[in-house]
Structure formats: C-alpha cells, structure tokens
Nanobody, 124 residues
C-alpha cells in the first residue's frame, strides 16, 4: 500500500536551515504529484510547496524564495529545503501524494495519501 514517511524535522534557530525528506513507497512515484503541507498549533493546514508529475513546482506565498521543493525519482523521495527559517515556520510538516496532475496543488483536499508528519520548531 501507499506509504509516505517524513524525516528531517527538528529544532533550529531563526535564520537557520533544515531539509525535510519524504520516502514514498507502494505506488509509481513518477506519475504522482507530491506536496508539503504544514499545520501549526491552533491554525489550519497550509500548502507549502508542491511538484506535479511533470516537475512543475508551486510555492505558498509565505515561503517563496526561502523554501525549495525537489525530488529524486530514482529514490522515490521528495525533499523540502528550508532556508532563512522564521519562528512562524514552526509547525508539523506533512508530505502528501496524489495520482496525476491537478490545478489545486496547494489544496489539501486534492491529495489522497498523507504521511505522519515531522515537527519543525524554529526559535527566535
């Protein structure tokens, strides 16, 4: 079955960097669109970045210029490189997958499969 396992979260000071990974299994990775979402305590889920099955990327306004989404199809792994982290980036980060393309890459409802999440904490 489809499995998404995130890793790479942790605690970092403001201005620091982290790289999240999402190891995917149980499906043909190359035909899926993948995304990162986050949810902070007391807030709704937010689309952070996504990459569709053709490699096109899209970013949430709050992370543009600071975060980069990428993937290694040979390893079935999705990445999120996060630079210039701010306290407002503190959240649980989730990896998500859906088969094929969508015009709603940053909408959570567009995704069928989710990982368990990895916590990112940024201290100011």
């Amino acid at each position: 079955q489809v499995q998404l396992v995130e890793s790479g979260g942790g605690s970092v000071q403001s201005g620091g960097s982290l790289r999240l990974s999402c190891a995917a299994s149980g499906f043909t990775y190359s035909i899926y669109s993948m995304a990162w979402f986050r949810q902070a305590p007391g807030k709704g889920r937010e689309g952070v970045a996504a990459i569709d099955s053709d490699g096109s990327t899209v970013y949430g306004d709050s992370v543009k210029g600071r975060f980069t989404i990428s993937q290694d199809n040979a390893k079935n792994t999705l990445y999120l490189k996060m630079n210039s982290l701010e306290a407002e980036d503190t959240a649980m980060y989730y990896c998500a997958a859906r088969r094929g393309k969508t015009s709603y890459l940053l909408r959570g409802w567009a995704y069928n499969f989710w990982g368990q999440g990895t916590q990112v904490t940024v201290s100011s």
